[in-house]
């Protein structure tokens, strides 16, 4: 890889993409409605929009590959459906103009047979709101003209990552020392994926041709229950384990009748009712990546979270519409 690389979006995992690319001595360009993203001598970063087809072969022009990472401005079907399918063909036409790849993350929800352990050759075939845009969106993928590559992680957890299961709603609560609700089971394996091993995946599919045009899956250590990765988090606090309670899904259900986000949230349950398990095995070894230790991933993620709350007030936080947050 040598170049200049464009970041769409400074959320989680467009954050981590452009850091780790300019630790590398790469040249990134980090493109934000705000104007955001990492302060680094090598990390450009420009206002624009790229859902405007107009501002893009500017910020495209030298790229040798763009890492599409923004989402919905809400985490809801709607909001996914008039915005997502347009935004990612106006990318995917820009850079094929280029002559540059583009590197998607992407989530577990297209996968049609989630009760199954799911691998790269799953199929993703599911219908009906957010599971149904996902997988629309990687066959729209897949039809393009343009080099893209897929990059499938399951929940998120790490540095910057808030609106999450193993974010905000977990990690402080944890460093309060506060009892625990989490929704669906707190014992069922769940896949979480660490956002940098994630972010270095996306990096090593861009740099390998002979990998585009496929689905990958982002190095992921082995399934957790909800209250393991709380226990995890509280080891590498040094704090006692949380006590972990579980909301139960009839509830989150009664309260979609009164609440869109609620009832955009039940629509999901289903990844925490049963196990929901990914193996990236195969992807490791064809991007010789693999997942960080858990018990790192954990101690990072406790650090960023202290040195956050002791700041204050957060700011600037990103939408819920993700993968699993972008």
Excluded at 243 to 251: K, M, S
Excluded at 285 to 297: D, I, K, R, Y
Aim: net charge positive; aromatic share 6%.
């Amino acid at each position: 890889m040598s170049g200049l690389y464009v970041v769409a979006g400074a959320g989680p995992v467009g954050w981590t993409v452009a850091q780790q690319l300019a630790a590398r001595g790469e040249r990134v360009r980090v493109l934000t409605r705000s104007g955001g993203g990492p302060d680094h001598p090598r990390i450009e970063k420009l206002k624009a929009d790229v859902s405007n087809p107009g501002l893009l072969a500017d910020a495209f022009k030298g790229a040798a590959a763009v890492f599409h990472c923004i989402h919905g401005s809400s985490y809801s079907t709607a909001a996914w459906e008039r915005e997502l399918p347009a935004a990612e063909q106006a990318v995917m036409a820009a850079a094929g103009e280029a002559g540059a790849a583009v590197v998607f993350p992407e989530s577990l929800y297209s996968y049609s047979n989630p009760e199954r352990v799911m691998t790269e050759d799953s199929p993703r075939a599911a219908g009906g709101g957010k599971r149904g845009v996902r997988a629309a969106l990687l066959r729209a993928r897949k039809a393009s003209a343009t080099d893209t590559v897929s990059v499938v992680a399951g929940d998120f957890f790490g540095p910057r990552v808030r609106m999450a299961h193993a974010g905000e709603r977990m990690v402080p609560a944890i460093l309060a020392r506060r009892r625990l609700q989490v929704v669906g089971s707190t014992d069922q394996p769940h896949s979480f994926t660490y956002v940098p091993d994630l972010a270095a995946a996306m990096i090593g599919a861009a740099g390998k041709p002979e990998l585009w045009n496929r689905v990958l899956q982002a190095p992921t250590n082995p399934p957790l229950t909800q209250r393991q990765i709380a226990q995890a988090f509280a080891t590498a606090a040094g704090v006692p384990p949380a006590t972990v309670q579980t909301v139960p899904g009839w509830v989150l259900r009664t309260l979609g009748l009164f609440s869109a986000d609620m009832r955009e949230l039940s629509e999901m349950l289903y990844q925490f009712q049963r196990p929901f398990v990914m193996d990236s095995r195969a992807s490791e070894e064809q991007l010789g990546l693999h997942p960080t230790p858990l018990h790192v991933a954990a101690k990072e993620t406790v650090e960023w979270w202290r040195s956050e709350l002791a700041a204050g007030p957060a700011t600037g936080r990103a939408p819920a519409g993700t993968p699993a947050g972008t």
